[in-house]
Nanobody, 113 residues
Framework: QVQLVESGGGLVQPGGSLRLSCAAS????????MDWYRQAPGKRREWVAT???????NYASSVKGRFIISRDNAAKTAYLQMNSLKPEDTAVYYC???????WGQGTQVTVSS
């Protein structure tokens, strides 16, 4: 049974930062790539970032240069450091194993003045 628990969201002003966490269980975490996705109101869920088991990263153009994805294999946790936040970053953020159709409850990020 795959379980994913996202946390760390909240309300921040434009230009602020947040760090999201994703605690995973039920998977061989250290050998799978992990993704972050987000879904804004009225929009489809979109891919945000990927980190491979070897630590290689890739980002959507909308967040490249502002967000950093990382992982702690010992803690079975993936992270998303979000800097220079913009109102258009407002969404529910989800993590998932790249090749597994499994989702957690998500964590709400709201960027507003």
């Amino acid at each position: 049974q795959v379980q994913l628990v996202e946390s760390g969201g909240g309300l921040v002003q434009p230009g602020g930062s947040l760090r999201l966490s994703c605690a995973a269980s039920g998977i061989a975490f250290s050998i799978v790539a992990m993704d972050w996705y987000r879904q804004a109101p009225g929009k489809r869920r979109e891919w945000v970032a990927t980190i491979t088991n070897g630590g290689n990263t890739n980002y959507a153009s909308s967040v490249k240069g502002r967000f950093i994805i990382s992982r702690d294999n010992a803690a079975k946790t993936a992270y998303l450091q979000m800097n220079s936040l913009k109102p258009e970053d407002t969404a529910v953020y989800y993590c998932k194993p790249a090749m597994v159709d499994a989702w957690g409850q998500g964590t709400q990020v709201t960027v507003s003045s």
